[in-house]
């Protein structure tokens, strides 16, 4: 028997928080993948964890931590959390700023291996 | 197209009867249990975990396999795709192995003995400017090295081959030219799915559904089976399948890949009288149409650029899609959006996919197709399952390897297309 | 009302103005409208609503568009219409209609204006909220509307209030995360002839509510059984409002099947219009509540535990008898009818719901899905919630078991003429999952996506194998679940999606402050991106070739002079603005004295070449990076990502200027001798003004800053000014250089300079995979310093032997210009035996050189440093051309000309 499709059958138009301009729709802002990953000393890597810097991004179902620009706004970097199956959207940060918890359940959720 | 100067005769009632739709066969594959134990198993149930069953029992004897699906047989990508096929890719291991997948293709409704309503009605690839249709040149040139039958058509061929593309002054990027693959074309999506599943449940294939892997039994850097929610399942090898979910299993395996999966869509209008016949994409101005069998357009739009497996895509994608699509074909003006589809595509870093070894032995991995998997439906199963049956990569995907990133080898095909369809 | 005329298929018909369609029709006596698709079968109007399968007509008037169902087309004047089976016909006369779009935030989103809607709009309303009220039909009321009836007086003030605003014939088509609604608003297709031209046919709205109620109401589903598509045959509350608030009189002798109270409301209806009701054939073995008790209190004869299981047709196809059956005795009935109404229960709309992902739930009490759902966000209510109003009790049934005969027309889905025996054959090829069994049937794919057919389907998986007669079935729907709902909700025409987004406004174009003067001079212009440059500009009679040949030439010998304007350009500010270009770029600028001008060349993580361009030093804080003309945003976002994110400790400041200032590039050996009787207030000579440096000038009192930058490779001042300032300078350049026969240039011709002497362009003589290396700019590639990309140049692909690296080629023939992306063989390549060529480069840029008095290119060869003077070969279609690798630059290697 069928496992039970989830009934998410739409479109969406995420509203985001930016932290400077407030709720603004999705199309104002640009992606920007897994966030935290910083730029690491390029000459203390082997080629595989260069290799992983350069391409490897964390892809969870579920809460994930990542950045967005707001472009077509401020033009500032922040993250935020939001859950890659529900677009449910979690706290927004600066960066270099502590990471808030997970709104999902911590530890669960792959990152980066 | 009606003259709407025409009358009907009194009396008549509607138009031309629609071309009907053959009746599905009567037993399509076998519904059973898990076994205990297979020689392999495939995770993923969609058009190339199919594909790769079927190769596997038919090129190397190898039955005692499963496939193993979390929901219902081929519910994703296959489920609704825009059915484009072609191999005029412009990186020679590209072409390679879309062209090996073509020529499969070419005789697969025989090897399958299943309607595919495969039609090679030509994909048209457009250029909007100069420097589009330069880059379009330079993918001819390198195919005809590699074989594949392309060809340039200037804007007046163009305009004779679909009359109803825009070629008015006000056009805001007009048409420069076109490459043009005269054996692409297009196929009957599930159908394909249905046709691969029957033909491997005959060949002595499990096909199992409702059953999700979980997790898998890796020791000593071996895998000896997977976790399911149907119980543990023990494999002398394993197939990773899994489009958009290729990074949990992945991830579950202990590896890491460098996918992103991230929301696309496709759409389809009620059923009309037959205008366009042959596959239309423009990069430039986000169109990817063919009009089926049956008589509905199927347009593909863009994908969202943030991760999702949401299974759907931004509202705004549609509409800038339909605005360029009225742009390029003003006839559809009045062509309207019945139902659109979100689906989950698996991206890789330089559009092309990743087929072969994995750090796990005996664990093997088929993935990042991104937007343009439905084409290489055959050609992937066929190599995953050499792949697979071997140990070691058919040399069509050897350059796909994971390890390419660590070289440094990618094989970019962005310009390919804006969407690769 | 008044009372128009209208064609359908070529006939006149008479009806009242703004009723449907169909309901003129029906009263005209016209039961058959088409013939189904597949089965050739005719059908006639069954429903009143957009959930209407078989009706669907091509307009002949106004839009021409088709599928159009006539139970929502409101007559008006001048309407035409041709029936269709099935397939819709695309006009080829263009859509003068116009289409617009807007955005709406609202406290509360009411989606249905039934009376569930309407109380809902109405509590909201005192609670001090601000309402958007929606309703897809023409007038408030739902059901009420449908019964004739006015709005309850409470409710009337509803519409009245000013916090309200109210939106007939707008349907909500797509529901979506964080309360944001679609919704598409039809404006004067009601309206015919009459249509104002300014009025927008169809509008969008994108609405995003803090709260939204949904209340959108429910369909009537029919039964299954064998030949239940003839025309008329018709869901109950569908015929009675034909008949009684549309005056259809056609009727005489009217059976009513059903498996609720809606059946007896109907045949009431029926019967206080004078038609002979029959008898009402009530599937469950007993009924109660006021509809019974009014039922027989009019005398209309009723029958339980007997349903319908066939009909008969006169030679049109249409009803003229039903044969029912009774399930406990199996006897059957037989009787004359030409009006067979049917009320098979209650579907609720759950579509829009289910598009945020709430799951339906069965009811068995309702006999249907239902959502019941209350959040801050959300709240469903009325039929949706599963408040049906008081007196009801429906059996949970689908129709009576057939034989495998009558299966054959007892028909699922009337649009893709599916029927039982299909789906019980998909059933026994082995599918259970209801989204398999919709593929292998087509069930639920047309027009009306299932609206009608959708519960059948499921209701008639589950009484597969039961005992219908007990009402028993083998599943429940409950684990069975919904068919998937997606958007759009009904079909919506392409151009109102697209909205303005049409011609010229589907992309901005982006012009310069001098592109009058362009189009005035005849220019023939190039899309570049957004950009319209000027790709050459022909005088009369002269073709491309001649006008670049002549635009070169000028350049070479005498003076020409392009607007350079659209180069992307970005000031960098800050007390590390040297620091972070160190970063950057592959090449050092902290070292770059003040008012000098550097190339750089940047390279993602990856090592790969992203973009190029001259940066100029303005001050000891202060750079002006200039990149390509499609590169600009993508290098501003660049820049800011690693400041904002990486660097937040650099003090460095970005700006776009790429608008605020224009460029223009005067280049040639005359150069120098024109621009100074323009800029008098700078040395210009050779000694005061090198190459590579800049200066602060004015022309007539304008501020400029003049750099001698040469992507020409000749002697070249490039004058940078303000946007406005642009064609003032340019006219006075123009006027001075009448003498010296100043010319204009364009975009090809500036690519032939470049590329004679080797210059690259971004994403022409690269394609994403060069290293700086690998175009031969080692000497750009700081060895001191660390740079974004650096460490990438260590992986071992990219320090590989073997790399495709830029070269120049010279052809065989000087005459024939290879053509670009042409790819490279050795000498004598020959296919392998799967009809390859191996080859070894391919053609990147390739032109015309009057210079040269010759043809040549520049291309991408495999170890093509190294393999200087070797004779290559170029397959193009009908022949081979032959070629020599050479050095990539052509004119003037030790640059005399470009410094002098």
């Keep these: 028997m069928e496992q039970p499709v989830l009934p998410t059958n739409t479109y969406f138009m995420l509203y985001i928080p930016c932290p400077h301009c407030g709720l603004r729709n999705e199309t104002e802002f640009h992606y920007g993948a897994e966030a935290g990953v910083a730029y690491p000393d390029p000459n203390a890597l082997t080629d595989s964890e260069w290799a992983k810097y350069l391409h490897i991004r964390a892809n969870p179902k579920g809460w994930l931590a990542e950045r967005w620009v707001h472009f077509a706004g401020c033009g500032r970097w922040f993250s935020l959390w939001r859950n890659t199956i529900t677009h449910e959207i979690g706290p927004a940060y600066l960066p270099f700023t502590t990471q808030p918890k997970s709104p999902g359940e911590t530890g669960k959720e792959d990152s980066r291996i | 197209m009606i003259n709407t100067q025409d009358t009907l005769p009194p009396g008549t009632i509607g138009r031309r009867r629609a071309a009907t739709l053959p009746e599905q066969p009567p037993q399509l594959w076998k519904t059973v249990k898990p076994k205990k134990a297979y020689d392999a198993v495939i995770v993923g149930g969609g058009g190339h975990g199919l594909a790769t069953a079927y190769y596997l029992a038919k090129n190397h004897g190898l039955t005692n396999i499963a496939v193993l699906e979390k929901g219902w047989l081929a519910g994703g990508n296959m489920a609704r795709n825009t059915t484009i096929i072609r191999s005029n890719y412009l990186w020679d291991e590209s072409a390679a192995i879309y062209e090996h997948s073509l020529k499969l293709w070419e005789t697969l409704e025989e090897d399958l003995g299943y309607e595919l309503f495969f039609s090679q009605r030509g994909v048209l690839t457009l250029a909007h400017s100069v420097s589009d249709a330069r880059s379009k040149r330079r993918n001819l040139y390198a195919n005809a090295l590699n074989g594949i039958d392309s060809e340039w058509l200037t804007p007046e061929e163009v305009k004779k081959l679909v009359p109803i593309i825009n070629f008015s002054e006000d056009v805001r990027y007009p048409v420069h030219g076109a490459t043009y693959q005269p054996r692409g074309g297009i196929a009957k999506h599930d159908w394909v799915a249905w046709g691969y599943a029957k033909a491997a449940s005959d060949l002595g294939v499990d096909i199992i559904q409702g059953t999700e892997v979980t997790g898998f039994d890796i020791r000593d850097n071996k895998v000896h089976g997977v976790h399911t929610s149907q119980g543990n399942i023990a494999a002398g090898k394993v197939g990773l399948v899994a489009a958009g979910h290729s990074s949990l299993l992945a991830n579950l395996a202990g590896f890491s890949i460098p996918i992103q999966s991230r929301p696309l869509q496709a759409l389809v209008s009620p059923l009309l009288e037959q205008v366009l016949n042959t596959v239309v994409m423009s990069g430039a101005v986000h169109v990817y149409v063919s009009q089926a069998h049956k008589g509905e357009l199927v347009m593909g739009a863009g994908t969202d650029a943030f991760n999702s497996y949401s299974q759907r895509g931004g509202f705004h994608v549609i509409e800038h899609q339909l605005a360029a699509a009225v742009e390029l074909f003003p006839i559809f003006s009045r062509a309207q959006v019945l139902r659109t589809w979100g689906g989950i595509v698996d991206i890789a870093p330089d559009a092309s996919p990743i087929i072969g070894l994995t750090p796990v032995e005996n664990l093997f991995i088929n993935t990042g197709w991104g937007t343009g998997g439905f084409k290489a439906t055959p050609g992937s199963g066929w190599v995953m399952a050499y792949t697979m049956a071997n140990g070691t990569p058919h040399e069509l995907n050897s350059p796909f390897a994971l390890d390419r990133f660590v070289t440094g080898h990618l094989i970019d095909e962005h310009g390919a297309a804006g969407v690769a369809h | 009302m008044s009372e128009i005329s209208f064609h359908f298929d070529d006939k006149l018909y008479k009806g009242q103005q703004g009723e449907p369609m169909a309901a003129a029709l029906l009263r005209s006596g016209l039961l058959s409208i088409t013939n189904s698709t597949y089965h050739g079968r005719p059908r006639g109007v069954v429903a009143l609503g957009v959930e209407e399968p078989n009706a669907l007509v091509q307009l002949v008037s106004g839009t021409k568009e088709s599928m159009l169902p006539t139970t929502v087309i ?155 598509d003839r025309p008329g045959i018709m869901l109950s509350h569908a015929a009675a409002t034909y008949v009684a608030k549309y005056g259809v009189q056609i009727f005489k002798h009217a059976v009513v099947a059903t498996v609720d109270s809606q059946g007896y409301r109907d045949a009431l209806r029926l019967h206080r219009e004078g038609i002979q009701v029959q008898g009402i054939y009530d599937v469950r073995t007993e009924a109660k509540g006021p509809s019974v008790d009014a039922a027989m209190a009019a005398g209309i004869p009723i029958r339980f535990g007997t349903t319908v299981v066939d009909t008969i047709s006169n030679e049109e196809g249409v009803l003229k008898g039903v044969i029912l059956q009774d399930l406990n005795t199996n006897e059957i009935v037989q009787t004359t009818a030409d009006l067979l109404a049917v009320s098979g229960g209650w579907t609720p709309i759950v579509d829009l719901a289910t598009h945020i992902g709430i799951k339906p739930q069965w009811s068995e009490e309702h006999a249907a899905f239902v959502v019941k759902h209350s959040t801050a966000q959300l709240n469903t209510a009325g039929m949706l919630a599963g408040d049906f109003g008081g ?272 460029t223009i590039a005067l280049v040639g050996p005359k150069s120098r001798q024109l621009i100074q009787e323009l800029v008098t207030d700078i040395d210009l000579s050779k000694e005061e003004f090198p190459f590579m440096h800049s200066r602060m000038a004015t022309i007539d009192g304008i501020p400029v800053r003049i750099a001698r930058i040469s992507f020409s490779g000749e002697l070249a001042f490039e004058i940078n000014a303000a946007w406005g300032h642009a064609r003032y300078i340019w006219e006075r350049l123009w006027a001075l250089g009448r003498p010296y026969d100043l010319t204009a240039y364009g975009t090809e011709t500036m690519h032939v300079l470049r590329a004679e002497k080797g210059y690259i362009i971004v994403g022409q003589d690269t394609d994403g995979t060069q290293t700086p290396h690998d175009l031969n700019m080692s000497w750009v590639v700081s060895k001191k310093k660390e740079f974004i990309g650096k460490r990438s140049f260590q992986l071992p692909y990219l320090k590989a032997t073997g790399r495709a690296q830029l070269v120049g080629l010279l052809p065989e023939n000087g005459e024939e210009v290879i053509p670009e992306g042409a790819y490279i063989t050795v000498l004598n390549a020959k296919p392998d035996e799967q009809g390859k060529t191996s080859h070894t480069g391919f053609v990147t840029s390739s032109y015309y050189s009057p210079a040269l008095g010759r043809a040549f290119a520049l291309a991408l060869v495999a170890d093509g440093l190294n393999r200087m003077g070797e004779l290559v070969e170029v397959p193009i279609e009908k022949k081979v051309l032959r070629a020599t690798i050479c050095d990539a630059v052509f004119i003037d290697k030790e640059n005399v000309r470009r410094d002098s």
């Design chain 3, 74 to 228: 409101e007559l008006a004047d001048g309407l035409a219409a041709r029936s269709l089976t099935g397939i819709g016909a695309l006009p080829e006369l263009p859509d003068e209609a116009r289409y617009d779009k807007t955005n709406r935030f609202v406290d509360t989103l009411v989606i249905g204006a039934g009376l569930a809607g309407l109380n809902a709009a109405d509590e909201h309303l005192r609670a001090g909220r601000e309402v958007l009220l929606i309703d897809d039909q023409p007038g408030p009321g739902g059901h009420l509307r449908h019964l004739g009836l006015g709005l309850p007086p409470a409710l009337q003030n509803v519409l009245a209030n000013e916090n309200l605003m109210y939106l007939s014939r707008c349907t909500a088509i797509g529901l979506y995360d964080q309360n944001y609604v679609v919704a598409v608003e039809r404006r004067s297709d009601h309206l015919g002839n009459s249509a104002p031209l300014t009025r927008s046919r169809i509008r969008v709205w994108h609405i995003r509510a803090d709260q939204i109620v949904l209340a959108p109401g429910a369909f009537q589903r029919p039964l299954i059984f064998a030949n239940n």
């Design chain 3, 391 to 662: 007196d009801d009790d429906p059996l949970v049934f689908f129709g009576p078991v057939l034989n495998a005969e009558q299966a054959r027309h007892a028909y699922i889905d009337l649009q893709r003429d599916t029927t039982l025996y299909d789906l019980r054959r998909a059933v026994g090829a082995g599918l259970s999952s209801i989204e398999h069994i919709k593929r292998y049937t087509t069930i639920g794919t047309a027009h009306d996506q299932g609206k009608t057919s959708g519960m059948l389907t499921i209701g008639a998986l589950c009484q597969l194998n039961g005992d219908a007669k007990e009402g028993k079935l083998s599943l429940s729907p409950a684990d069975v679940g919904t068919l998937s709902f997606r958007p759009p909700y009904v079909p919506v025409p392409f151009a109102a999606l697209a909205g303005r987004e049409r011609g010229l406004l589907s992309d901005p174009i982006r012009i310069t402050a001098l592109h009058q003067w362009h189009v005035e001079a005849g220019a023939i212009f190039e899309d570049v991106g957004q950009w319209k440059r000027p790709w050459y500009f022909p005088k009369p009679g002269e073709r491309m070739d001649d006008a670049v040949r002549r635009e070169c030439i000028a350049a070479r010998e005498g003076v020409a002079v392009m607007d350079a304007s659209t180069l992307g350009k970005i000031d960098i500010q800050g007390p590390d603005a040297a620091v972070f270009l160190d970063r950057i770029y592959t090449n050092m600028f902290s070292s770059l004295p003040e008012g000098q001008c550097r190339y750089g060349v940047m390279c993602k993580a990856d090592g790969i070449v992203f973009d190029d361009g001259v940066t100029t030093r303005l001050g000891k804080n202060h750079f002006f990076m200039t990149t390509t003309t499609g590169g600009a945003a993508r290098v501003l976002a660049w820049l800011e990502e690693w400041l904002q994110t990486e660097w937040p400790d650099l003090k460095v400041y970005c700006t776009s200027v790429t608008e605020h200032i224009s």
